[in-house]
Nanobody
Framework: QVQLVESGGGLVQTGGSLRLSCAVS????????MGWFRQAPGKDHEFVAA????????AYEDSVRGRFTISRDNAKNMVYLQMDNLKPEDTAVYYC?????????????????WGQGTQVTVSS
């Protein structure tokens, strides 16, 4: 059983930064690819970023590439999402997710475990 707890959300102005953290409780965290998804009001879950189990490969949604950075610390069982140059359209609940595979993926159905989410609000 994988448990995920997000933190670091909040209210920020356009152009500001936030760093989301995800504490992972898993027996084999070193073998789990991780991801971040988000859901804006009235919309479906959207892929944001993913990182392979060893941290050697990453993937980003086009609208966040160059502004967001996903990283992980396998010694601490932590995953991070550094979000810079935030825009109002980034406003959403952000979810930390885990795969049972070590490989990067983008499809939400490929992520078996989800956290409760953390709210990010970007004001214009």
């Amino acid at each position: 059983q994988v448990q995920l707890v997000e933190s670091g959300g909040g209210l920020v102005q356009t152009g500001g930064s936030l760093r989301l953290s995800c504490a992972v409780s898993a027996r084999s965290f070193w073998n789990n690819a991780m991801g971040w998804f988000r859901q804006a009001p009235g919309k479906d879950h959207e892929f944001v970023a993913a990182i392979s189990a060893r941290g050697t490969r990453t993937a980003y949604e086009d609208s966040v590439r160059g502004r967001f950075t996903i990283s992980r610390d396998n010694a601490k069982n932590m995953v991070y999402l550094q979000m810079d140059n935030l825009k109002p359209e980034d406003t959403a609940v952000y979810y930390c997710t885990a795969r049972t595979s070590p490989l990067v993926a983008r499809n939400r159905d490929e992520f078996a475990s989800w956290g409760q989410g953390t709210q990010v609000t970007v004001s214009s």
